[in-house]
């Protein structure tokens, strides 16, 4: 029998601003954003470019606009593919509501697939470094992966299965609330999952600075998913989901794909040197 949560939240999810109603979360995830997208700024001005010149000139803080025109339909696309692959008995049954924006949502893998491979697309396109810009995105990406885990908690969003531990957590008060049962005290998985993200960034930061990364050709951005794959898969052992093969969930599934899609970019890599 579960008890009470040690940590309960009472908090109102929306911010009023006299007619309009915005959710707490959805503004802290556009500053976290946009903190993002400025320190990959800051990076891409620090990191510099591949040629012969001396000094080599930094990567062009101008690319980044035509980078995003590729990511965020590049996230959109790949997030709606993870969540129609996840919830695949009910799309087949129903498949005009996979393209209805006001069904369902996004799996954030494969938004993370899907967005790299967007900025991939448009900075070939556009003859931008992608590799240089790859490097410079990880420790951003990461963050943005991190914060925004945190920023769930403002909505009771990613409340994972229901716990006695002494962190458990549960909401109270009208909400709205994006998880079922709120009240439930249950594992903080997306407290879990920041927490472990951010291990993530220690690992990848440490391996910058040891110059593990020194060519700078995109395999610290592959390794910084690869690892956030991992961590992300054991956190989801304590998510709601059903298994589907064993102990496993869909999302274990799709993480696999792209922990594997990492490690074969980080060979093709290494063949290429």
């Not at 052992?237 to 298994?243: N, S, V």
């Amino acid at each position: 029998m579960v008890g009470p949560a040690v940590i309960e939240l009472a908090f109102d999810p929306v911010i009023h601003l006299g007619a309009l109603e915005v959710r707490a979360q959805t503004v802290l995830l556009a500053l976290i954003l946009l903190a993002g997208l400025l320190l990959a700024a800051r990076i891409g001005y620090l990191t510099p470019q591949p040629g012969p010149y001396v000094p080599p000139p930094p990567l062009r803080p101008d690319d980044i606009p035509f980078l995003v025109l590729g990511i965020v339909p590049g996230a959109v696309i790949g997030g709606r593919l993870e969540y129609v692959l996840v919830h695949l008995d009910y799309y087949l049954a129903n498949p005009a509501a996979i393209a209805d924006p006001g069904q369902g949502s996004l799996g954030l893998a494969l938004a993370v697939t899907g967005g790299t491979l967007g900025g991939i697309a448009i900075a070939r396109l556009v003859g931008a470094p992608a590799g240089r810009w790859m490097h410079a995105a990880v420790l951003p990406v990461l963050f943005v992966l991190a914060a925004g885990k945190l920023a769930s908690m403002l909505a009771g969003e990613g409340q994972g299965l229901p716990s006695d531990l002494a962190w458990a957590t549960s909401y109270s008060g009208p909400g709205p609330w994006a998880s079922l049962a709120p009240s439930v005290a249950s594992h903080p998985s997306q407290v879990y999952e920041a927490v472990a993200t951010t291990l993530v960034i220690v690992v990848v930061t440490t391996g910058l600075g040891l110059g593990a990364f020194g060519r700078r050709d995109g395999a610290a951005l592959l390794s910084g998913v690869a690892l956030w794959g991992l961590a992300r898969g054991v956190v989801a052992f304590t998510w709601r989901d059903a298994a589907v093969a064993g102990p496993f969930m869909a999302e274990h599934l799709v993480l696999a794909l792209v922990v594997g899609g990492c490690i074969v970019g980080l060979l093709r890599l290494r063949r290429e040197r």
